[in-house]
């Protein structure tokens, strides 16, 4: 089982950036391909990136595409989240994810993922 921490939420005027960390706890993060989601109020629950165990492999959400870029520290159990050129309809709680099935591949649906962190609000100001 893995526990997961985000911090690195705020406010930020559009066409800022921020960056969202994930802290895992366990010796095995490496094991977990992580994704990143998003919640705004009164909608669904979207996928926004994911990268796989070793990093390789990544994928994106076509609304964050060329803005946002997903990576990981597997010696520091930790997964990032950088955020650029920020908009509005950016805004909203941020999630992150594991999944511990021994694939290389990423998903892209939140129900593929065993573990959930707290969130961490993001809010872009126009």
């Known amino acids: 089982q893995v526990q997961l921490v985000e911090s690195g939420g705020g406010l930020v005027q559009a066409g800022g950036s921020l960056r969202l960390s994930c802290a895992a706890s366990g010796r095995t993060f490496s094991s977990y391909a992580m994704g990143w989601f998003r919640q705004a109020p009164g909608k669904e629950r979207e996928f926004v990136a994911a990268?796989?165990?070793?990093?390789?492999?990544?994928s994106y959400a076509d609304a964050v595409k060329g803005r946002f870029t997903i990576s990981r520290d597997n010696a520091k159990n930790t997964v990032y989240l950088q955020m650029n050129s920020l908009k509005a309809e950016d805004t909203g709680a941020y999630y992150c994810?594991?999944?511990?099935?021994?694939?290389?591949?990423?998903?892209?649906?939140?129900?593929?993922?065993?573990?959930w962190g707290q969130g961490t609000q993001v809010t872009v100001s126009s």
């Open positions: 994810a594991a999944d511990p099935k021994p694939t290389t591949a990423v998903f892209t649906s939140g129900s593929l993922y065993d573990y």
């Open positions: 990268i796989s165990r070793s990093g390789r492999v990544t």
